[in-house]
């Protein structure tokens, strides 16, 4: 096994050349500030979909089904933006990517003026296949520098969700009412720009380009798959963003139920975002220094006591304390499980694996964001909180069971 990884780094490396300090520097700094323009458009879909699916479904019913099909989009486009990147390189992913961002501005644009629901819920998949897209963007910073600041490479660019954060929810109070009827024209016009702003940076963007030998060389997926570091891996980035995107999406209207402002809800909300990215400017540094797998560890176990600390009161610091220990985990788990997955896969098998391993947290994040709604609303935010404990217990049972095991690859 060592022989063909040996065989499959080599074909690699006398396939294309290696980016220079110079071009690495640039890589990571492109893609950190295409992170921050790409994460504020996912940050219009959230703050808006809800509002402009309201103003123009048929039933009110059917207000949040625009946000539920952008993690559906998610979902279902991840893995062919893993084909696009294999076959023709990265770079062609994101421009596939940030053209479904500029698709998804002027759909929604036409959806609002036309009022047409049907259309906004097509504009925000897209939107979704745009999301899905820049997630990829933490792998091809690992591919742009050498193995021992790949990690650290990670951490830099997700930092970028910092600047999304904030730019997402100025970008719609800077526009809502530039075009004041209908109300969000303008913002999407707007999203639009900064879609096309980000395939812009994009375009600088140096990475080899994939050889004869990625395009059809690697192992079956099944096997990689199997083997016990991808399914900690899996599991762990699963059970963080998962479990983030379930307690995140019930909150702000758990709070309401619990006669707490819309204020409070979305200034609780902005610092969980914060926690979300802020860390990202060490947390690759400790997992350099203390390995994946103790980090993705401390990640669950500070999930696990966001909920905790939610279970223990329902006033608005309760509520701000979940979130914020509910972003800083999410923070270390996806990415020490991102660190992790690096570990399962061959340079020729890159694309695949990674690909998989989003498709199966999309998809499994889907599902959650179409549950939590329905247990907040029949059994109340103790339940939510107290169900969230459950893939925890999965997650750590796994995490146990790496330890001692051989891994193959």
Request: glycine fraction near 10%; proline fraction near 4%; hydrophobic fraction near 55%.
């Amino acid at each position: 096994m060592a022989e063909c990884n040996t065989a499959g780094i080599e074909t690699i490396n006398k396939s294309s050349a290696e980016p220079s300090e110079r071009e690495q520097r640039s890589n990571i700094w492109r893609l950190t500030i295409a992170q921050a323009l790409s994460g504020a458009n996912s940050v219009v879909v959230y703050a808006t979909g809800a509002i402009v699916g309201n103003m123009l479904a048929p039933s009110p019913l059917l207000a949040t089904l625009p946000i539920s099909i952008f993690v559906v989009g998610m979902a279902v486009c991840t893995l062919p933006a893993g084909a696009i990147a294999g076959r023709y390189g990265r770079r062609a992913a994101f421009l596939a990517g940030t053209g479904a961002g500029v698709l998804t501005g002027v759909l929604s644009l036409v959806a609002i003026l036309a009022g047409w629901f049907w259309l906004f819920c097509l504009a925000t998949f897209f939107g979704g296949a745009y999301a899905a897209v820049v997630l990829s963007f933490r792998f091809a910073a690992a591919d742009a520098t050498n193995p021992q600041r790949k990690a650290q490479a990670m951490s830099m660019v997700m930092a970028g969700g910092v600047v999304a954060g904030v730019i997402g929810p100025q970008l719609v109070n800077w526009t809502m009412h530039l075009w004041p009827q209908p109300l969000y024209a303008a913002t999407f016009a707007a999203q639009a720009l900064v879609a096309a702003a980000s395939a812009i940076i994009l375009l600088g963007v140096q990475l080899p380009k994939p050889s004869s030998s990625e395009t059809v060389g690697g192992r079956p997926l099944a096997t990689i798959a199997l083997q016990p570091r991808f399914l900690i891996a899996v599991t762990s980035g699963a059970v963080s963003y998962t479990l983030m995107n379930f307690l995140m999406t019930a909150a702000p209207l758990a709070m309401h139920m619990h006669g707490h402002s819309h204020e409070s809800a979305n200034l609780g909300l902005q610092w969980h975002v914060i926690a979300m990215y802020a860390p990202s400017f060490f947390t690759g540094k400790l997992i350099t220094r203390f390995g994946a797998t103790p980090i993705t560890s401390l990640g669950l176990v500070l999930t696990g006591a966001s909920a905790a600390f939610g279970l223990a009161g329902a006033d608005v610091l309760h509520f701000w304390g979940t979130l914020i220990l509910l972003g800083i985990g999410w923070n270390f788990g996806f990415l020490g499980a991102s660190a992790l997955v690096l570990e399962c896969h061959k340079p020729e098998e890159k694309t695949q694996v990674q690909s998989l391993n989003d498709f199966i947290i999309f998809t499994l994040m889907a599902i959650a964001s179409f549950a939590s709604g329905g247990i907040l609303s029949v059994y109340g935010w103790n339940t939510v909180l107290a169900v969230s404990l459950v893939p925890l217990a999965l997650a750590a049972a796994a995490m146990f069971f790496l330890r001692g095991q051989k891994i193959t690859g």
